[in-house]
């Protein structure tokens, strides 16, 4: 029995998420969350003939003598994995950092929820910026005595699906895709966010001019702006991101029921792990939070593993990296911390 839940079950990136874990024949009970639209977003999906029951809450309306977190309680109460992407999008102009003024509030407040409601459950966050959030969940969880390591990640497998995509187009073949995987380490944010091209299981030919495996390390990095920007102020990513997002979910719910040998990579808090001691050591840096692959297992992160051979450009990119990702991690820490 596995029950599901997504927070924010009624936006851009929930409502095609919602869909594919309703489709996914691993889920037992799905139960949405939103402040708005979720009872006919769980109707809709309620019809779908596949064996999960759906339920779908909203806060107590105004005037109810109910506590506000009612419906969100109700809704994660017995999950087993939850997913968060609530908060509010990119447009045009605007950086992941900037959505932190409003997303830190809603993630802390859901956070707390799942502190006091499912403090074992998986917690996967979505929402931007996520080397914020994901340190905000740590810190909250923390704060009510519950944070286990192994069980929050923040979700970067859309940079995964991307690197997939772009390698097999430069390769000339989309056809190759399902066979291209390249680990996506750092962060989630432009610079952050690093390809590792010379781990690619489908190798770049050695012929590729530099200034190729240049633009594909930069579209990887900033595939986020190519959607905000064609979507002209309507939103950033969500139906590749429900993709990615499924995908992961399917992941650590099949590593939770047993399956081994997944391993994937998501960012995670390094020092609780010895393998992510061991990664600190390489980068020569504390850094509490990096997207490194991860083996799942029954208990969520089982191992980190180790970062692998790294090209020079990669070592590079990886240094540079480390103070955005420094300030991101430490933004979120503080807000939980010492808010203002
Ligand atoms: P959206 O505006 O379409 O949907 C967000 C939903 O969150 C809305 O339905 C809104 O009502 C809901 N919400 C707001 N406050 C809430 C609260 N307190 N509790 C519950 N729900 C609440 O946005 P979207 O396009 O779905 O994006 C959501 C987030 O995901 C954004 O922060 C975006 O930047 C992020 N994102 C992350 C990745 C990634 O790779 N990790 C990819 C794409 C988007
Ligand atoms: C993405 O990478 O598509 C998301 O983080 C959304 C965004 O703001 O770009």
Redesign the pocket.
């Known amino acids: 029995m596995v029950k599901a839940v997504v927070l924010g079950a009624a936006g851009g990136i929930g409502q095609p998420l919602a869909l594919l874990l309703k489709a996914n024949p691993l889920v037992t009970e799905l139960s949405l969350y939103d402040i708005v639209n979720t009872p006919g977003v769980a109707a809709d999906l309620s019809h779908i003939s596949t064996q999960s029951k759906v339920t779908g809450y909203l806060p107590p309306p105004k005037g109810s003598d109910l506590p506000a977190d009612d419906g969100l309680k109700k809704t994660l109460a017995g999950a087993d994995i939850v997913v968060i992407p609530a908060g509010i ?2 447009k045009p102009g ?1 950086i ?1 950092d900037d ?1 932190f003024k409003i997303n830190a509030g809603i993630v802390r407040d859901l956070a707390t929820g799942i502190a006091t409601t499912c403090p074992k459950a998986a917690v996967l966050v979505i929402s ?1 910026p ?1 080397n914020s959030t994901v340190p905000i969940v740590a810190e909250v969880l923390k704060k009510h005595g519950v944070f286990d390591p192994k069980k929050v990640f923040g979700v970067t497998t ?2 995964v699906v ?1 690197a997939s995509t772009f390698v097999a187009e430069v390769l000339g073949d989309l056809s190759l895709v399902s066979k291209v995987s390249v680990p996506v380490v750092g962060g ?2 432009g610079v952050t966010i690093i390809p590792l091209l010379s781990q690619s299981t489908v190798p770049l030919p050695s012929s590729l001019d530099q200034s190729t495996v240049d633009a594909l390390i930069k579209r990887i990095q900033f ?3 190519e ?2 920007k064609a979507k002209d102020g309507a939103g ?2 969500t139906l ?2 429900a993709y990615a997002g499924a995908l992961f979910a399917e992941n650590v719910i099949k590593a939770l029921k047993g399956a081994t040998g997944i391993v994937v990579p998501t960012y995670v808090n390094l020092s609780a792990h010895e393998g992510g001691q061991v990664i600190q050591k390489e980068l020569g840096s504390s850094i509490e939070y990096f997207s490194v692959p991860v083996t799942l297992g029954p208990n969520g992160v089982e191992a980190i593993n180790s970062l692998g051979s790294l090209s020079s450009q990669e070592q590079s990119l990886i240094s540079a990296a480390l103070p955005e990702l420094q300030e991101s991690i430490t933004k979120g820490v503080q807000f939980i911390q010492a808010p203002k």
């Open positions: 999008p990119r605007v992941r959505l931007n996520v859309l940079d991307r989630h944010s595939g986020g702006d959607v905000v950033s990513a590749s991101m």
